[in-house]
T-cell receptor, first 111, second 114 residues
Framework: AQSVTQPDIHITVSEGASLELRCNYS??????LFWYVQSPGQGLQLLLK??????LVQGIKGFEAEFKRSQSSFNLRKPSVHWSDAAEYFC?????????FGQGTTLQVKP | ETGVTQTPRHLVMGMTNKKSLKCEQH?????MYWYKQSAKKPLELMFV???????ENNSVPSRFSPECPNSSHLFLHLHTLQPEDSALYLC?????????????FGSGTRLTVV
């Protein structure tokens, strides 16, 4: 069955440090891939998406993600984290007309 | 401006009350969704409407009753809720199933059942 796994439930990084959030999916073909961010008490905002072509995708707020077919992964990265990046991050996979969401990773940023 | 507006933002209701949550999208999408998000739990898909017809109901208790009068509006009618129904309720919309372009979410309604 198709699934999305975010292995890290909670991550803490220092402000200014680099960030990588992991996402793995299980699907027979190349899916559509998304990353969303949710600030406390808010809805989900789309950060970036991958359909095809260049496997390195740029998004809003300085985020990027890389699709690696061989690893079935779509990890989210940011070179230098800001305190305002503290939030919950969701990876999602689109297939057969649906989005399947991972369980989310909570990012805490230390001053 | 996300294009999906949810009202109210916060709602406190007793277990015997009846209330409704409203969602409106201004994006011309043809599918709308209700999600429940409880603390420390993953997103739970509750209902899916496509072209104003309910196409998915994920074993949601009957005390939650959705209504989609047109492609721009979605309601969630609530009655005789339980304290465990306290959560953030999110509405989303998409063009088609959303697998190509993703969903656009509203800011949610924070529901507290007392």
């Amino acid at each position: 069955a198709q699934s999305v796994t975010q292995p890290d439930i909670h991550i803490t990084v220092s402000e200014g440090a680099s960030l990588e959030l992991r996402c793995n999916y299980s699907y027979g073909a190349t899916p559509y891939l998304f990353w969303y961010v949710q600030s406390p008490g808010q809805g989900l905002q789309l950060l970036l998406k991958y359909f095809s072509g260049d496997t390195l995708v740029q998004g809003i707020k300085g985020f990027e993600a890389e699709f690696k077919r061989s690893q079935s992964s779509f990890n989210l990265r940011k070179p230098s984290v800001h305190w305002s990046d503290a939030a919950e991050y969701f990876c999602a996979v689109g297939f057969t007309g649906k989005l399947i969401f991972g369980q989310g990773t909570t990012l805490q940023v230390k001053p | 401006e996300t294009g999906v507006t949810q009202t109210p933002r916060h709602l406190v209701m007793g277990m015997t009350n009846k209330k409704s949550l409203k969602c409106e999208q201004h994006l011309g999408h043809n599918a709308m969704y209700w999600y429940k998000q409880s603390a420390k739990k993953p997103l739970e898909l509750m209902f899916v409407y496509s072209l104003e017809e309910r196409v998915e109901n994920n074993s949601v208790p009957s005390r939650f009753s959705p209504e989609c009068p047109n492609s721009s509006h979605l309601f969630l009618h609530l009655h005789t809720l339980q304290p465990e129904d306290s959560a953030l309720y999110l509405c989303a919309s998409s063009q088609g199933g959303g697998s190509n372009y993703g969903y656009t979410f509203g800011s949610g309604t924070r529901l507290t059942v007392v």
